[in-house]
């Protein structure tokens, strides 16, 4: 099956700091999101981005799905960014069983 | 939007009980999803309904788990005769109809097998 792999797996930043996540996965994907878990389990969405760039405040994102990889970036972190960042990626269109990446655990100290 | 509900958040049970968890979707979303999240991983697919119909549905999804969504809003998650390796978080999310919609989670219901 297909293999989602993050890196790094852990992150530590001092607040202020830039950083870079990185998604690989194995085979073509039709769907890709951004997710973050805070530190009280919630789920939420960053970015639904198959493709392309997207930026949110200090977040963007960019699929590049021919080299099958995506990257989200963190810009002057802050916090309350800590938590297990996530990438999903959808198998093939139209069957929406998404596959989560390994994940990468970010601790940004004040 | 009053946000994806999930009820209980919290279940504790013995072994080879039944349980049956519920997830109310965002109003109008009319795809939902299951997943299951064990301590350290990521969450893992377990079934999407589009509506009342039930299109996907994971391999991880034993005999033992059974999945409605009888009028296409609520959803409900069974799990028969419970095993010590049922305990995990299981989350439900939803997005609403047409291409490049978000998923939205629940804060799950937290499972855990005396």
């Known amino acids: 099956g297909i293999q989602v792999e993050q890196s790094p797996p852990d992150l530590i930043l001092q607040e202020g700091a830039n950083s870079t996540l990185r998604c690989n996965f194995s085979?073509?994907?039709?769907?890709l999101q951004w997710f973050h878990q805070n530190p009280w389990g919630q789920l939420i969405n960053l970015f639904y981005?198959?493709?392309g760039t997207k930026q949110n405040g200090r977040l963007s994102a960019t699929t590049v799905a021919t080299e099958r990889y995506s990257l989200l970036y963190i810009s002057s972190s802050q916090t309350t960014d800590s938590g297990v960042y996530f990438c999903?990626?959808?198998?093939?269109?139209?069957?929406?069983?998404?596959?989560f990446g390994t994940g990468t655990r970010l601790k940004v100290l004040a | 939007d009053t946000g994806v509900s999930q009820d209980p958040r919290h279940k504790i049970t013995k072994r080879g009980q039944n349980v049956t968890f519920r997830c109310d979707p965002i109003?109008?979303?009319?795809?939902l999803y299951w997943y299951r999240q064990t301590l350290g991983q990521g969450p893992e697919f377990l079934t999407y309904?589009?509506?009342?119909?039930?299109?996907?549905k994971s391999r991880l999804l034993s005999d033992r788990f059974s999945a409605e969504r009888p009028k296409g809003s609520f959803s409900t998650l069974e799990i028969q005769r419970t095993e010590q390796g049922d305990s995990a978080m299981y989350l439900c999310?939803?997005?609403?109809?047409?291409?490049?919609?978000?998923?939205?989670f629940g804060d799950g219901t937290r499972l855990s097998i005396l």
């Open positions: 999310a939803s997005s609403a109809k047409g291409g490049n919609q978000p998923q939205h």
């Open positions: 085979d073509s994907v039709n769907n």
């Open positions: 981005i198959p493709s």
């Open positions: 999903a990626v959808e198998l093939s269109s139209g069957t929406y069983k998404y596959i």
């Open positions: 109003s109008e979303h009319n795809r």
């Open positions: 309904f589009q509506n009342e119909a039930q299109l996907e």
